[in-house]
């Protein structure tokens, strides 16, 4: 199982971006992206869990949206109206924790090497 992120960059606050995590292997049942800031823990984002139930952190609420294509075998998190508190290294995952865990990285037992966003103000 590989997970490969793609996407980041730089852009200014108000912007958007569409990261893309290519996938290779098995599927799972949840599929997330998570992000860590300079200085802090790594933190969940958003996942699709069970190809249907979709969960959010409150703090991207009605900016982010997760999706996946099961044909192409692709996460997809994009992010609109970008704040310079999104700044972060985003991670994608995958794996099969129980509902309870699904926000916690222990859950996910497969990682991609994360994509950098920088949002200046």
């Known amino acids: 199982v590989q997970l490969q992120a793609s996407g980041g960059g730089l852009v200014q606050a108000g912007d958007s971006l569409r990261l893309t995590c290519a996938a290779s292997?098995?599927?799972?049942?949840?599929y997330g992206w998570f992000r860590q800031a300079p200085g802090k823990e790594r933190e969940f984002v958003a996942a699709?869990?069970?190809?249907?139930?979709?969960y959010y952190t409150d703090s991207v609420k009605g900016r982010f949206t997760i999706s996946r294509d099961r044909v192409k075998n692709a996460l997809y998190l994009d992010m609109n109206s970008l704040k310079p508190e999104d700044t972060a290294v985003y991670y994608c995952?995958?794996?099969?924790?129980?509902?309870?865990?699904?926000?916690?990285?222990?859950?996910?037992?497969?990682w991609g090497q994360g994509t950098l966003v920088t949002v200046s103000s």
């Open positions: 292997g098995r599927t799972f049942r949840s």
């Open positions: 995952a995958a794996g099969d924790p129980i509902l309870s865990s699904l926000r916690a990285s222990e859950g996910y037992r497969f």
């Open positions: 699709i869990f069970d190809r249907t139930r979709i």
